[in-house]
């Protein structure tokens, strides 16, 4: 495997703007001041990220009241989003990374094992962003059923 760039807890949050479901600019810094849960996934409208993002919503207030946003970020297109939003009922943000270069940047995307082979593609990964823009925990290839009750669980939520 090549080496790929991760992030560590006190790395600064590598800052970022994306079209969100609606094609709004959305940005990292917009945020500056709260915590953030940026989770990247592989792709809308699969089983796992279904279940993912629902876990999500399910928890958002409780997400919510605790201070932290949540965002999600995806290489989809910005229509496929929209349509994954509005089927789920997703309140949160998806953010499209089409290019995958936040990804990369993020350590999200690269090489991966998927059933047994090597191939390059999303790493799902959930960061914590704190309110001075720094990375206050990094997880990588956390599963997609159960993470967020784990994540609740390590946060105190």
Not at 40 to 58: L, S, V, W
Not at 80 to 87: N, P, V
Not at 106 to 126: D, L, P
Request: with cysteine; glycine share 10%; aromatic share 10%.
């Amino acid at each position: 495997m090549t080496e790929q760039t991760r992030l560590a807890v006190g790395d600064a949050a590598p800052d970022f703007t994306l079209l969100d479901s609606e094609g709004n600019k959305v940005s990292l810094s917009d945020y500056r001041g709260q915590q953030v849960v940026v989770y990247f996934y592989p792709a809308a409208g699969t089983p796992g990220c279904t279940k993912q993002a629902c876990d999500f919503r399910d928890n958002l207030a409780e997400f919510n009241d605790a201070g932290f946003a949540v965002l999600g970020v995806s290489p989809d297109k910005v229509e496929k989003l929209a349509k994954f939003r509005d089927a789920e009922g997703l309140t949160f943000p998806l953010l499209s990374d089409a290019d995958k270069s936040v990804m990369q940047r993020w350590g999200a995307f690269g090489e991966k094992q998927n059933y047994g082979r090597t191939v390059q593609g999303v790493i799902r990964s959930t960061f914590i962003v704190d309110s001075a823009g720094k990375i206050a925990k990094a997880s990588y290839n956390v599963r997609a059923t159960g993470h967020v009750a784990k994540l609740r669980k390590d946060l105190g939520i």
